[in-house]
């Protein structure tokens, strides 16, 4: 099994090195991630969030959203991701480079230096403990902005308007709330992403040959889909904390949650989030592996 997407090694190549290189090029995939995936998930944010018969489905959402926001109000809440994506992703590849060389470190490896299959989720799950000092407060700015008019209540101007009235609220607090939920949606998620993607990796790339855009698309996309049908329940209970009037917690959100319909009602906007999952993960990983390969030209 491979260690891991070209982003991390050749054994000259500094520790130093490689997770700057990883860290760049995950910034550059999580543009391509916001750039794809942003409308998608808007979708399914507010099909999470939104009192039961508001919407009828995913299409009923895209054609109120484009009705009353015109074409690009798909991209409301666009700003955050972008400048919180950009930066998740950069910490998670940087954070999955560290694990990698963590978990070699602390046990065995394959003759060739290969890592296995639990090796791999460990590094993803090492992953997602960072990232969450910038994704929880970013979601939760994402999702208040992606809810924003759909009960036809206007209540924050933009991302800096959130920032400010959720410190006014709560203090630094209330832009974190929902941490523990993203560490429970990501750690698992983040081992899951890495593991099916190194491992579609490895088996659609013949040996001797460089990995195709097409393998790295279908492996992308593929680890998304698994990483959110996986962790999908816990994103609902996550989006509900973070756009919830007063705090809360997990388990209260859960029991709520579960009183509405069971555990179907932990399911709404799975069906964009799928749409999502696969070509924003495929564009990541294309992004990621195409910025090794300019990085590895020049450094």
């Known amino acids: 099994m491979s260690d891991g997407p070209e982003i991390s090694d050749t ?41 039961k018969g508001t919407y009828s489905g995913t299409l009923d959402v895209l054609r109120k959203t484009v009705a009353r926001d015109g074409p690009l109000g798909v991209y409301r809440g666009v700003t955050p991701p972008l400048l919180g994506v950009t930066p998740m992703f950069a910490i998670s ?5 560290l694990g990698k060389r963590i978990v ?16 791999i989720s460990a590094a993803g799950f090492f992953s997602a403990i960072p990232m969450t000092l910038v994704a929880a407060p970013f979601e939760r700015i994402k999702v208040l902005l992606q809810v924003e008019g759909q009960s036809g209540e206007t209540k924050y101007s933009g991302p800096f308007d959130v920032v400010k009235k959720l410190y006014r609220e709560g203090g630094v607090r209330s832009l974190f709330r929902g941490s523990v939920a993203t560490v429970a949606r990501d750690g698992p998620g983040s081992a899951i992403y890495f593991a099916v993607y190194e491992y579609l990796k490895e088996s659609l790339t013949p040996e001797g040959q460089a990995m195709s855009l097409g393998a790295i698309s279908f492996a992308g996309g593929m680890s998304g889909v698994a990483m959110w049908t996986v962790v999908f329940p816990v994103d609902t209970i996550k989006s509900k904390l973070q756009t919830s009037e007063t705090p809360s917690t997990i388990t209260k959100v859960s029991r709520s949650i579960y009183a509405q319909g069971g555990l179907k009602a932990f399911f709404p906007g799975i069906g964009p989030a799928l749409m999502r999952s696969f070509p924003a993960n495929a564009a990541t990983f294309v992004g990621v592996e195409l910025a090794h390969k300019f990085f590895n030209s020049f450094f």
């Open 11 to 51: 054994v000259a190549e500094s520790a130093i090195v490689g997770q700057i290189k990883s860290f760049a090029a995950g910034g550059v995939g999580g543009i391509c991630a916001v750039l794809v995936g942003h409308p998608f998930d808007l979708l399914k944010v507010r099909l999470q969030t939104a009192p």
């Open 93 to 97: 590849f940087w954070g999955y480079d």
């Open 104 to 119: 070699s470190s602390m046990s065995p490896v394959g003759p060739s230096g290969n890592l296995s299959i639990s090796q």
